[in-house]
């Protein structure tokens, strides 16, 4: 069993920096590839990033590709996203999930193999 518990999402201008941060309970985290997605209104969740079991390899959406940035830290069961340049189309509910589902990257990328979602958090881009 995994918890999870997103924090960081604000109302930002075109052009800025935000950090969202995805906070694990439980002691088997480093067991769990991880991954950031969105879902805008009337939109369905979509992928963003996502982490490797050990944060090793990464992968991206190619919306995001060269702008935002996922990490993880093991050892404080923590899964961070820095999001760069951002732009108004970035606005959306920002929900970290875990998965134990084989496949990496490409299961990744699908909401359907994460069993555990945090409650999102709102990121906001004013242009």
């Known amino acids: 069993q995994v918890q999870l518990v997103e924090s960081g999402g604000e109302l930002v201008q075109a052009g800025d920096s935000l950090g969202l941060s995805c906070a694990a309970s439980?002691?088997?985290?480093?067991?769990?590839?991880m991954g950031w997605f969105r879902q805008a209104p009337g939109k369905e969740r979509e992928f963003v990033a996502s982490?490797?079991?050990?944060?090793?390899?990464?992968y991206y959406a190619d919306s995001v590709k060269g702008r935002f940035t996922i990490s993880r830290d093991n050892a404080k069961n923590m899964v961070y996203l820095q999001m760069n340049s951002l732009k108004p189309e970035d606005t959306a509910v920002y929900y970290c999930?875990?998965?134990?589902?084989?496949?990496?990257?490409?299961?990744?990328?699908?909401?359907?193999?994460?069993?555990?979602w945090g409650q999102g958090t709102q990121v906001t881009v004013s242009s």
């Open positions: 999930g875990a998965s134990r589902v084989g496949g990496w990257p490409i299961a990744s990328m699908t909401t359907k193999n994460y069993a555990y």
């Open positions: 982490i490797s079991k050990s944060g090793s390899t990464t």
């Open positions: 439980g002691r088997t985290f480093s067991s769990y590839v």
